[in-house]
């Protein structure tokens, strides 16, 4: 059979809306702009390398668009980038997660020749090199948002052709941080008897299996916030005349904006000079990390020292970001400054002052016993939960997990000691 290649992505979503930049829009409108662009952007760059690589196929598992109600400029853009592949000569093949399922709004668009939507059933497509069918695509797209917990059973090695590909959406071994849409376990794929899973709906890159089958996410084609930091993109597959692939799969970051984390220990730094000094070789080292992507960065200071109550103050706090922000912006390509996230501790003896038999001395007592006792933990979340899952409070606060206390834990042991020790002296 004819050696071939393709290029395998997942959650595009496409005209994101970045939430939180409504109040940066007449202030700051080209950081503004080009975050709205860079789900877009980040698609053109898979159209470009599947054509510039000349691949056969481009295999996408889900979560095009952001929202079930997509917007007309996602969809015309969409297609026209598989138009652009249709036109090269290169198919596509589509599957819709549970960002965006069938049931969403859709307008009347024309697809492209070569490009090929999976529908609510499962379905198997064969893909034909030089008159020979070398692969066969299995996949079904969400019928809906809110779909079973047995949805997509059924996937199974069917046909002549040597390579056999999964194209699904779906929550593998459980994974942490995402909802389990259709969970599935390694073991469950294994039996399938397909080649290789291309997978979505994980907005990391994650390798369950790195050898037959392959079982991977590609990640988002585009971090849209914090906690996606990092290069972003897709996997390009090399398939052998053997009908094997030929190493494990190349990542190529497709991102138009680069998210970064960057921790600044104010330690030792006496002056606010040393501290904005130390903060702007910080927005150089991640202008250098980003390489030639613009930058949105979120710097949390850490550390005990003497700056720390300049910093407890709201005024100098928003002052020292707005700087930042400017110096940032005049950058190019630009490092935007998204927050300044304060961890700081006073210059305070802790563990002293924690044997002090006092108020204070107490109460951080009593933290140090909430932090090493998980039942404790287990029943401090249980008493915030009515907040957390309040219908008002609920949707301004991300959902609470256990190992979030010991943040706020930190958080509560600072603003005591501030306030207490303030109070003595």
């Given at each position: 059979?004819?050696?071939?290649?393709?290029?395998?992505?997942?959650?595009?979503?496409?005209?994101?809306?970045?939430?939180?930049?409504?109040?940066?829009?007449?202030?700051?409108?080209?950081?503004v702009?080009?975050?709205?662009?860079?789900?877009?952007?980040?698609?053109?760059?898979?159209?470009?390398?599947?054509?510039?690589?000349?691949?056969?196929?481009?295999?996408?598992?889900?979560?095009?668009?952001?929202?079930?109600?997509?917007?007309?400029?996602?969809?015309?853009?969409?297609?026209?980038?598989l138009?652009?592949?249709?036109?090269?000569?290169?198919?596509?093949?589509?599957?819709?997660?549970?960002?965006?399922?069938?049931?969403?709004?859709?307008?009347?668009?024309?697809?492209?020749?070569?490009?090929?939507?999976?529908?609510?059933?499962?379905q198997?497509?064969?893909?034909?090199?030089?008159?020979?069918?070398?692969?066969?695509?299995?996949?079904?797209?969400?019928?809906?948002?809110?779909?079973?917990?047995?949805?997509?059973?059924?996937?199974?090695?069917?046909?002549?052709?040597?390579?056999?590909?999964?194209?699904?959406?779906?929550?593998v071994?459980?994974?942490?941080?995402?909802d389990?849409?259709?969970?599935r376990?390694?073991?469950?794929?294994?039996?399938?008897?397909?080649?290789y899973?291309?997978?979505?709906?994980?907005?990391?890159?994650?390798?369950?299996?790195?050898?037959h089958?392959?079982?991977?996410?590609?990640?988002?084609?585009?971090?849209?916030?914090?906690?996606?930091?990092?290069?972003?993109?897709?996997?390009?597959?090399?398939?052998?005349?053997?009908?094997?692939?030929?190493?494990?799969?190349?990542?190529?970051?497709?991102?138009?904006v680069?998210w970064?984390?960057?921790?600044?220990?104010?330690s030792?730094?006496?002056?606010?000079?040393?501290?904005?000094?130390?903060?702007?070789?910080?927005?150089?080292?991640?202008?250098?990390?980003?390489?030639?992507?613009?930058?949105v960065?979120r710097?949390?200071?850490?550390?005990?020292?003497?700056?720390?109550?300049?910093?407890?103050?709201?005024?100098?706090?928003?002052?020292?970001?707005?700087?930042?922000?400017?110096?940032?912006?005049?950058?190019?390509?630009?490092?935007?400054?998204?927050?300044?996230?304060?961890?700081?501790?006073?210059?305070?003896?802790?563990?002293?002052?924690?044997?002090?038999?006092?108020?204070?001395?107490?109460?951080?007592?009593?933290?140090?016993?909430?932090?090493?006792?998980?039942?404790?933990?287990?029943?401090?979340?249980?008493?915030?939960?009515?907040?957390?899952?309040?219908?008002?409070?609920?949707?301004?606060?991300?959902?609470?997990?256990?190992?979030?206390?010991?943040?706020?834990?930190?958080?509560?042991?600072?603003?005591?000691?501030?306030?207490?020790?303030?109070?003595?002296e």
């Open positions: 059979m004819p050696a071939f290649s393709f290029v395998h992505v997942a959650d595009i979503h496409l005209d994101s809306p970045f939430v939180g930049l409504e109040h940066l829009e007449e202030a700051h409108p080209h950081v702009e080009t975050l709205r662009e860079a789900t877009f952007k980040a698609f053109d760059t898979v159209i470009r390398l599947c054509i510039d690589r000349e691949v056969d196929f481009l295999l996408i598992a889900g979560d095009v668009y952001d929202a079930a109600d997509r917007s007309l400029r996602a969809q015309i853009r969409f297609r026209d980038g138009a652009q592949l249709s036109e090269a000569g290169i198919h596509s093949f589509v599957v819709h997660g549970n960002h965006d399922p069938l049931d969403g709004w859709t307008t009347a668009l024309r697809m492209p020749e070569r490009a090929h939507v999976f529908g609510k059933d499962l198997s497509v064969s893909f034909v090199k030089e008159g020979e069918a070398v692969a066969c695509i299995h996949g079904l797209s969400y019928p809906k948002r809110d779909i079973g917990r047995t949805f997509g059973r059924g996937f199974q090695r069917k046909g002549s052709e040597q390579f056999q590909i999964g194209l699904f959406h779906c929550n071994g459980g994974h942490p941080g995402h389990p849409y259709a969970p376990t390694r073991e469950e794929l294994v039996e399938s008897g397909l080649d899973w291309a997978l979505g709906h994980i907005h990391e890159k994650l390798i369950l299996s790195p050898e089958p392959f079982i991977g996410y590609p990640g988002s084609t585009q971090g849209r916030q914090i906690n996606e930091d990092g290069p972003r993109g897709c996997f390009l597959v090399r398939v052998s005349a053997k009908g094997e692939m030929e190493s494990k799969p190349d990542f190529i970051p497709t991102d138009a680069r970064i984390k960057k921790d600044l220990d104010i030792g730094l006496d002056l606010m000079d040393d501290l904005l000094v130390s903060l702007e070789y910080k927005l150089n080292e991640i202008q250098i990390e980003a390489g030639q992507h613009p930058a960065t710097v949390t200071l850490t550390g005990r020292g003497q700056l720390h109550h300049s910093l407890m103050r709201p005024q100098d706090a928003q002052y020292l970001l707005s700087r930042l922000r400017q110096i940032g912006r005049e950058q190019d390509p630009f490092v935007w400054v998204e927050k300044l996230d304060l961890h700081t501790h006073p210059e305070v003896d802790i563990d002293l002052r924690r044997q002090t038999p006092d108020f204070l001395g107490d109460l951080l007592r009593l933290i140090k016993e909430l932090r090493a006792s998980p039942k404790q933990l287990s029943q401090l979340q249980g008493h915030l939960q009515e907040l957390y899952g309040h219908g008002r409070a609920g949707r301004l606060l991300e959902q609470l997990e256990v190992e979030d206390l010991s943040r706020l834990l930190d958080e509560v042991e600072t603003r005591c000691v501030d306030r207490l020790l303030g109070e003595e």
